[in-house]
């Protein structure tokens, strides 16, 4: 079913940084990874409550996607596509995820593996088996990787040639490792002490044919260091901001901060009430909606 395969030795780290893996993984690379939209496009925040996507799955005749999601919620990754056209619910201890698209389409996957990579169409390029200690995240395109070669460093690759590492990246954790690709720039996310709660370090990188420069370095801070983890909820793609979730365990109520990458400036925006926030064309929930109602 998929072509041209290459067998690279890793332990994959959740996207986004939802959740670190304790075990080592074998991740496939397909050659042909999903193409970005090069036109030009304006984005925006859209706010998704847990009950309107699991309502809307269920109405869908897919809610065998959700199972198990009051025992593991922090298990199930809401994300979006790379062009922010689709999003994707993806069960991980199920191995199931289900891709909702802006025009209204939907359909389900069964997922080879307990970590699984789609690209911006929503197929599947990577997946995970158990082998070696080496840690990796894919960005959201399908076009870069980052891989554990060192206790102190992750090398960066091209999922089109895994074997050439195009550069090293001083993060201490490299197991939780958000990449984020932004037109002829990649940005690496990652924390730089031994645990989740610490502030992130950013790197930039501008993508030279098959180089990758370095640009610059910088921290994106935390309020306070706390006994809870620090994560990035999502980057823009046309912009220069991103999102973040400091949490608080209950009693108190999480945070959502904005993160400038132009100024490095952090604003509180606002409590988390178990709902996302990700960078979409349009309200990709609401077209749905509206499909299944035609259909009624």
């Known amino acids: 079913m998929y072509s041209s395969f290459k067998k690279i030795l890793v ?7 939802l959740i670190s893996l304790s075990s080592s993984i074998v991740l496939l690379f397909s050659a042909a990874a999903g193409e970005t939209s090069e036109k030009m496009i304006t984005y925006e925040k859209h706010r998704m409550k847990w009950r309107d996507i699991s309502k809307l799955i269920s109405t869908m005749g897919y809610g065998d996607v959700l199972d198990g999601y009051m025992e593991r919620q922090y298990q199930i990754a809401i994300l979006r596509n790379a062009d922010g056209t689709s999003i994707h619910v993806i069960n991980r201890p199920a191995k199931k995820a289900i891709i909702i698209n802006k025009d209204g389409s939907y359909h389900r996957l069964i997922l080879p593996s307990y970590y ?8 599947i390029i990577a997946w995970s088996g ?14 870069y990787f980052i891989a554990n070669t060192a206790k102190r460093a992750g090398a960066i690759f091209a999922v089109a040639n895994p074997d050439v590492p195009l550069a090293a990246v001083p993060i201490i954790a490299p197991d939780n490792v958000v990449l984020s690709l932004k037109g002829n720039k990649l940005y690496v996310f990652g924390h730089y002490k031994r645990n989740l709660r610490a502030p992130l370090k950013g790197f930039i990188y501008e993508v030279q044919n098959d180089r990758l420069k370095f640009i610059e370095e910088f ?21 220069s901001e991103m999102t973040l979730i400091d949490v608080h365990d209950m009693p108190s109520i999480s945070k959502r901060y904005r993160f400038d990458l132009k100024t490095k400036k952090i604003n509180y925006l606002g409590r988390v009430w178990n709902d996302k926030y990700l960078y979409l064309q349009c309200d990709v929930i609401q077209k749905v909606k509206e499909k299944l109602e035609r259909k009624d």
């Not at 332990?11 to 940084?17: C, F, P, R």
């Not at 699984?116 to 197929?123: A, K």
């Open 11 to 17: 332990s994959v780290a959740i996207v986004l940084g």
């Open 116 to 123: 699984t990579f789609l690209d911006n169409g929503g197929n």
């Open 130 to 143: 158990k082998e070696e200690n080496i840690a990796t995240s894919v960005d959201a395109t399908g076009k």
């Open 219 to 239: 921290i994106v801070p935390r309020e306070h260091e706390a006994e809870s983890p620090y994560y990035i909820e999502d980057i823009s793609p046309d912009q």
